[in-house]
């Protein structure tokens, strides 16, 4: 889309109205934040749809915000302070969403406060529909007391020992197994001092896990925010996600930059610093997946800087943080070099380092979680629905047909890669699209992955689908996946994807001239 509303070939001036409406919606959207927050998110019918119109309205503030900022001078620094405060306010603001939401005002400061003490759980299990963030904590806790975090599923008997107050002998026992018999008898041990010794808070953290019997799945540079947060504040719901929210500022810091070395209007960050899904899922539900927003954006800065060994590194850092951007080496290598790839690998061997034990596998996890997990997906949905029909294993041929459709996209949009810098997040932001879209499991939060470089790239597409995805979130009334909600949210996307080629079609049929909207999907 055009950066800003012309005359006479000059952009419009930020006038004082268009910053005062900028800050009208940014109160706006905070008082829908702070209602946000206060949701009880349960499941049932009454909560979901109040967690829709909450979400809808935030997304119509959004949209106006953006359409504010369009109309805005280049380089307006109090339009780029009230959008950063904007971002910086909402997040704080949700950071308390999961404590119970029949509390408010000095109840609820004193909840924060023993939470970051780490003396009781004083959050729900959901924060927002979400509660992968107690497998973060225990995942801290278990590297802090000397296990390898990929060794053990949370439920294994063998860790019964860390969620006592004092778990020291268990740490002891649990570093020095090395065989099945040692193992045993840790387990027997754990079981006489549970019997003797008083539980900690860290039992009501592992029994909110969950899929408690699979190993983790989250990678080394996770892993390390995990344990910072641990020796932080151990624990503390309320430490762990600032620290997330510090990595998605700091990628805002990184779009601003790359914005500006290409010479576009720093005010579009809006389009990621303001997004609803975003804040919701990092700041409100404390999703790891900011560690890898902030690796992409550096990623993106530092090639467009020219600065090949900093993109090497944080291209690494990124796949450390989530194995997804794998699939971003091509594009990356081919604008730094090849030579840079030992380099990658170099940070990558560092990453998983302390890791490496013989006798455990990083990627258990991961594997089954690849194997067996579907949920909200599109294009594997359909194809296993149409392979059902002609094969007794209908999800292994779906797997396979979308693992080819990625790969299909991927190597298609590698021969139209016209290897510039400038171009980069153009067709990583669609690679990775491809990646989520044609994924078993599409995640609402998994459109973190696509934003940071979309905001670059201006594809609009993924933002307006950051809105639909919410749809998902239906799961949450009766635990069951239903199919016209998957149709419905596919078919606004598919309608999304085809508006550009339909609106070209019919100004050529009809002759009206088209005006440079860059709605770009590939």
Same mark, same amino acid.
């Given at each position: 889309?055009?950066?800003?509303?012309?005359?006479?070939?000059?952009?419009?001036?930020?006038?004082?109205?268009?910053?005062?409406?900028?800050?009208?919606?940014?109160?706006?959207?905070?008082?829908?934040?702070?209602?946000?927050?206060?949701?009880?998110?349960?499941?049932?019918?009454?909560?979901?749809?109040?967690?829709?119109?909450?979400?809808?309205?935030?997304?119509?503030?959004?949209?106006?915000?953006?359409?504010?900022?369009?109309?805005?001078?280049?380089?307006?620094?109090?339009?780029?302070?009230?959008?950063?405060?904007?971002?910086?306010?909402?997040?704080?603001?949700?950071?308390?969403?999961?404590?119970?939401?029949?509390?408010?005002?000095?109840?609820?400061?004193?909840?924060?406060?023993?939470?970051?003490?780490?003396?009781?759980?004083?959050?729900?299990?959901?924060?927002?529909?979400?509660?992968?963030?107690?497998?973060?904590?225990?995942?801290?806790?278990?590297?802090?007391?000397?296990?390898?975090?990929?060794?053990?599923?949370?439920?294994?008997?063998?860790?019964?020992?860390?969620?006592?107050?004092?778990?020291?002998?268990?740490?002891?026992?649990?570093?020095?197994?090395?065989?099945?018999?040692?193992?045993?008898?840790?387990?027997?041990?754990?079981?006489?001092?549970?019997?003797?010794?008083?539980?900690?808070?860290?039992?009501?953290?592992?029994?909110?896990?969950?899929?408690?019997?699979?190993?983790?799945?989250?990678?080394?540079?996770?892993?390390?925010?995990?344990?910072?947060?641990?020796?932080?504040?151990?624990?503390?719901?309320?430490?762990?996600?600032?620290?997330?929210?510090?990595?998605?500022?700091?990628?805002?810091?990184?779009?601003?930059?790359?914005?500006?070395?290409?010479?576009?209007?720093?005010?579009?960050?809006?389009?990621?610093?303001?997004?609803?899904?975003?804040?919701?899922?990092?700041?409100?539900?404390?999703?790891?997946?900011?560690?890898?927003?902030?690796? *992409?954006?550096?990623?993106?800065?530092?090639?467009?800087?020219? @600065? &090949?060994?900093? +993109? =090497?590194?944080?291209? $690494? %850092?990124?796949?450390?943080?989530?194995?997804?951007?794998?699939?971003?080496?091509?594009?990356?290598?081919?604008?730094?070099?090849?030579?840079?790839?030992?380099?990658?690998?170099?940070?990558?061997?560092?990453?998983?380092?302390?890791?490496?034990?013989?006798?455990?596998?990083?990627?258990?996890?991961?594997?089954?979680?690849?194997?067996?997990?579907?949920?909200?997906?599109?294009?594997?949905?359909?194809?296993?629905?149409?392979?059902?029909?002609?094969?007794?294993?209908?999800?292994?041929?779906?797997?396979?047909?979308?693992?080819?459709?990625?790969?299909?996209?991927?190597?298609?949009? *590698?021969?139209?890669?016209?290897?510039?810098?400038?171009?980069? @997040? &153009?067709?990583? +932001? =669609?690679?990775?699209? $491809? %990646?989520?879209?044609?994924?078993?499991?599409?995640?609402?939060?998994?459109?973190?992955?696509?934003?940071?470089?979309?905001?670059?790239?201006?594809?609009?597409?993924?933002?307006?689908?950051?809105?639909?995805?919410?749809?998902?979130?239906?799961?949450?009334?009766?635990?069951?996946?239903?199919?016209?909600?998957?149709?419905?949210?596919?078919?606004?996307?598919?309608?999304?994807?085809?508006?550009?080629?339909?609106?070209?079609?019919?100004?050529?049929?009809?002759?009206?001239?088209?005006?440079?909207?860059?709605?770009?999907?590939?």
């Amino acid at each position: 889309m055009d950066d800003f509303i012309v005359t006479d070939g000059k952009p419009l001036r930020a006038s004082w109205p268009r910053l005062c409406a900028l800050v009208v919606l940014l109160l706006l959207s905070e008082v829908v934040y702070l209602a946000l927050q206060q949701l009880n998110a349960v499941n049932g019918l009454r909560p979901v749809v109040t967690f829709w119109i909450e979400m809808g309205a935030l997304f119509a503030l959004y949209a106006a915000a953006y359409f504010v900022v369009l109309r805005l001078g280049e380089r307006e620094k109090p339009a780029l302070f009230i959008i950063v405060l904007g971002a910086v306010m909402f997040r704080l603001t949700l950071l308390p969403a999961g404590v119970p939401h029949e509390i408010s005002g000095v109840a609820r400061l004193r909840a924060l406060k023993t939470d970051v003490q780490g003396t009781e759980v004083v959050y729900e299990r959901f924060q927002l529909f979400d509660d992968d963030i107690w497998r973060y904590l225990w995942d801290g806790h278990v590297w802090a007391n000397g296990v390898n975090p990929y060794r053990y599923a949370p439920a294994d008997t063998a860790l019964d020992g860390l969620t006592l107050v004092q778990p020291e002998q268990s740490r002891i026992a649990l570093r020095q197994q090395t065989d099945a018999a040692a193992k045993t008898r840790a387990e027997s041990s754990g079981t006489a001092a549970l019997e003797a010794s008083e539980e900690s808070f860290w039992s009501d953290i592992r029994d909110n896990i969950n899929h408690a019997d699979v190993p983790t799945i989250y990678t080394p540079l996770a892993q390390f925010i995990f344990r910072f947060s641990h020796a932080i504040a151990p624990g503390s719901v309320t430490v762990l996600k600032g620290l997330l929210v510090l990595c998605e500022l700091l990628a805002v810091l990184f779009l601003v930059l790359t914005l500006r070395q290409l010479g576009q209007s720093v005010l579009v960050v809006i389009l990621y610093a303001w997004n609803p899904l975003m804040v919701k899922v990092f700041a409100g539900s404390g999703h790891a997946d900011a560690i890898l927003v902030a690796a *992409l954006a550096a990623t993106a800065f530092f090639i467009v800087r020219g @600065a &090949r060994r900093a +993109a =090497a590194i944080s291209i $690494a %850092l990124a796949i450390l943080a989530k194995l997804s951007p794998a699939i971003l080496l091509p594009f990356v290598l081919r604008r730094i070099g090849w030579r840079n790839l030992l380099l990658v690998g170099a940070v990558l061997l560092c990453g998983y380092y302390p890791f490496l034990d013989p006798s455990v596998n990083p990627f258990t996890g991961m594997q089954t979680f690849a194997r067996e997990w579907q949920f909200n997906a599109g294009f594997f949905a359909l194809a296993q629905w149409l392979a059902g029909g002609v094969t007794a294993h209908p999800a292994f041929v779906a797997r396979a047909l979308s693992g080819l459709a990625t790969l299909g996209v991927i190597s298609w949009l *590698l021969w139209r890669d016209d290897l510039m810098a400038e171009s980069f @997040a &153009r067709f990583g +932001a =669609a690679a990775m699209g $491809a %990646l989520v879209l044609f994924s078993p499991t599409v995640m609402p939060w998994y459109l973190s992955w696509v934003l940071p470089l979309a905001v670059i790239a201006r594809q609009h597409v993924w933002f307006l689908f950051s809105a639909i995805v919410c749809i998902a979130f239906h799961i949450m009334i009766d635990e069951t996946e239903h199919a016209p909600a998957l149709w419905l949210e596919y078919g606004l996307l598919l309608a999304l994807l085809s508006w550009p080629l339909v609106r070209q079609r019919w100004g050529e049929c009809s002759g009206v001239p088209q005006n440079n909207l860059n709605w770009e999907t590939s």
